[in-house]
């Protein structure tokens, strides 16, 4: 030992300007430059330190281990080189070096690992990853993960440009940019979903319980609503609400003809016949002037002042609004014509998780879900606030309704086995509801992330008159679930950003009135000319709350390369 108190071996690699503390063991390994070792540390042969790293006291490197550039490791980390290690043979005899085999370990550069970590054999950690303190990794760890605990799992992924942008979609490319990340969010929370699963486990809970009653008590709560009733799907909370207010054969129910097929669905499945009217081609949601022109010029009063349709006779009984892709409908024009007509409101707001809307006539913002009698909302996976699975609910500030709903979603039961009406079944899971309460909690930051994702969109589209962009009004805050571009050369577009491996969809191709299972209607083409011409120039775009500000430029250039190409063969959109 050197005065120092420093054995190094003459086999020891080091590069410049190597900073060692004392009470070290080092041999046969290599050191990079600008490289700091703490005391009592040791390193064993054919072990490699990359350049610029902090190895904190009381570590253990053995053979087999290549530490990258730019890695830090803290005090009494160890590292481990044989999965099964054992001191003697099958026969009894003391192991010798020449029995051992050593599998190799790997950190990648960047990487962080915290102290009193144990890094298992025949392990990669990957980029710029972290490791939590006393965790024990018995696998690899992603680039740009955060992993803790025994064994270490993923907690949750960095955002940045040096994220892996192609983690999660079909139509993307190695190095593309999905349409959808639902991989990122589900790691990030990964150790709090599997918690709720294994509750339930030890529990036994499987069907409403705490974990319903708390999610519907919290939801209630983000949308300032007074109730908040937990079912199996965004359809089921629609047909439910219809069927709850006693809306079904003999009336009519008024929405728009671009929405998903849900909506029309629970509709005709309450027993309600199906009307359309066109929507506002700047927001794309239900155009208050053809609702008022509807119910004036195709609907009569009867003897006693029932609002009834011209031809087919039947009471016009309610009106859905459907807050399409993350902003709400124009709810004071549409509530003011309601009022006049003695209509029911019912907010379709399956794609407006916490969107909100300036009523001048209550002078105050109101969230989705709280204007009209009653709103549904789907959980699905896609949505601002999705399930692990399908998963749907009501809100609304009527007790008796909501009461009613409670009753229709578990086959009319009062109480178990009391069944004061016919129903449904149509429950949430208490597994699911679990989910949504972890993700319920991110859900203002995430739709915040979205609206300056969106923000961000904007400032990189600027002025276009080839592409149309979406319109937020003044009396909006939108929570961009989709982000809605319209194009005349829609298709040539598509193919180009996909040819780029960038994701994109379209929500909806085909207007519901002229979609078969509606065929029996007595629509035709040309009947909503705003919603067919919409439906034929749509385009969504990557929208989710980690997005980069990379992927959106590499967005934004792709579109600007396609119109720049073409702009001699496409008008500009009116």
């Not at 590069?15 to 009470?23: H, I, N, Q, R, Y």
């Not at 709850?244 to 027993?271: H, K, L, M, R, Y």
Request: glycine share 8%.
């Amino acid at each position: 030992m050197n005065p120092d108190f420093k054995r190094i071996a003459s086999d020891v690699r080091l590069g410049a300007d190597v900073k060692l503390a004392s009470f070290i063991n080092l041999y046969g390994c290599g050191i990079g430059d600008e490289t700091k070792v703490g005391a009592f540390v040791e390193i064993q042969k054919n072990a490699n330190v990359g350049r610029r790293c902090k190895i904190s006291s009381h570590t253990f490197i053995c053979e087999g281990v290549t530490v990258e550039d730019n890695v830090f490791i803290g005090h009494g980390v160890v590292f481990i080189n044989d999965t099964y290690p054992r001191a003697t043979t099958a026969t009894g005899e003391l192991k010798t070096e020449q029995h051992w085999s050593v599998e190799p370990t790997v950190v990648k550069k960047g990487a962080s690992i915290g102290s009193g970590a144990t890094i298992l054999a025949n392990v990669t950690i990957g980029e710029n990853a972290i490791v939590g303190a006393g965790s024990v990794v018995t696998k690899d760890v992603p680039a740009n993960a955060i992993v803790a605990g025994n064994p270490a799992s993923v907690l949750r992924t960095l955002a940045g440009p040096e994220r892996r942008s192609s983690q999660n979609s079909a139509t993307a490319t190695d190095n593309g940019i999905p349409f959808l990340d639902l991989k990122t969010p589900h790691q990030e929370l990964e150790e709090e979903l599997v918690a709720v699963l294994r509750k339930a486990l030890r529990d036994a809970a499987f069907i409403g319980g705490s974990e319903v009653d708390s999610f519907e008590r919290e939801f209630a709560e983000f949308c300032d609503a007074q109730y908040c009733v937990g079912v199996s799907n965004g359809t089921d909370a629609l047909r439910l609400i219809l069927v709850a207010a006693g809306i079904g054969p003999g009336d009519t129910v008024v929405t728009v003809p671009n929405t998903f097929i849900a909506t029309a669905e629970a509709i005709s499945q309450a027993g309600a016949e199906l009307a359309f009217v066109d929507i506002d081609e700047l927001t794309y949601n239900m155009d208050p002037v053809c609702l008022e022109h509807y119910l004036r010029t195709e609907c009569l009063p009867d003897e006693e002042g029932r609002l009834r349709h011209r031809v087919s006779g039947k009471r016009v009984r309610a009106i859905v609004p459907v807050h399409l892709y993350g902003q709400m409908a124009d709810m004071d024009a549409i509530l003011d014509i309601a009022d006049r007509y003695s209509l029911m409101v019912i907010e379709d707001a399956c794609q407006a998780h916490g969107a909100q809307y300036y009523s001048t006539r209550q002078g105050r913002w109101r969230k989705a879900g709280t204007v009209g009698r009653a709103a549904a909302f789907s959980f699905y996976p896609g949505k601002n606030l999705g399930a692990c699975g399908e998963a749907g609910a009501v809100t609304t500030n009527d007790e008796e309704l909501a009461s009613r709903i409670r009753m229709l979603r578990d086959h009319g039961q009062a109480k178990k086995y009391f069944h004061d009406i016919e129903g449904y079944n149509g429950r949430l899971d208490a597994i699911q509801a679990g989910f949504l309460r972890v993700k319920l909690k991110h859900l203002g930051e995430w739709n915040e992330q979205r609206r300056a994702r969106a923000a961000c969109y904007h400032s990189l589209f600027g002025e276009n008159q080839s592409t149309i962009f979406p319109h937020e009004p003044a009396w909006s805050k939108a929570v961009y679930h989709l982000y809605v571009i319209r194009s005349e050369s829609r298709e040539g577009l598509m193919a180009h950003l996909k040819s780029a491996g960038i994701g994109v969809a379209i929500h909806y191709p085909i207007p519901l009135h002229m979609q078969k299972a509606y065929a029996h209607l007595p629509y035709r083409e040309g009947d909503f000319p705003v919603a067919e011409r919409v439906a034929a120039q749509i385009v969504s775009l990557p929208m989710y709350p980690q997005i980069t500000d990379e992927q959106q430029v590499r967005v934004a250039d792709t579109i600007s390369q396609f119109v720049h190409t073409t702009s001699g063969s496409q008008p500009a959109l009116k």
